[in-house]
């Protein structure tokens, strides 16, 4: 397996358990009395069903061989990245008062690390984009060449 592919792969997944995580320990939302829920209580939870997706992803990525896998992977973790900074910001949202701990610390701690997840799958679809387009170059050479070498040993 290619060390890049690992080391992307590695990283997608702790952004993913950062993403799982965090919500519900150290970037925790605010608590909630008996039956009484926050959107914030919600929004951890729809976190946490994403970060394991986006885990799940990254180690699919690591065991990936494939490049097109690859950037099909990186599609996947992009959009899932765009989901879970949409969910605290518009979808669900958290609290609306700026001195909850959801508001000041969840909320960015969350967006920011699903924006560097966003721009990491970019990196790594270019990255395999540009290696499939070095390998179908290599490819095509590699048919000319053969299409000559039997079209002389034809007319020979």
Known sequence: ???KGILFGIVITVFGLLITI???????VCRSDGDMRMSCFYTARAELAIGIGIAILGIVFALSKSQKAKQALSIAVGLSG????IVPNWL????????MH??????PAVSLVSIALIVLAIVSYV???REGV????RTTVDDHQVGNTELKEETA
Not at 22 to 28: A, R, S, V, Y
Not at 134 to 137: G, I, M, N, Q, T
């Open 134 to 137: 070095k390998e179908d170059d």
């Open 1 to 3: 397996m290619e060390k």
């Open 127 to 129: 990255v395999y984009l």
């Open 82 to 85: 765009i989901y879970a900074f």
């Open 22 to 28: 965090g919500p519900q320990t150290f970037w925790h």
């Open 92 to 99: 669900i949202g958290v609290c609306g008062a700026e001195h």
């Open 102 to 107: 959801c508001h000041a610390v969840t909320k």
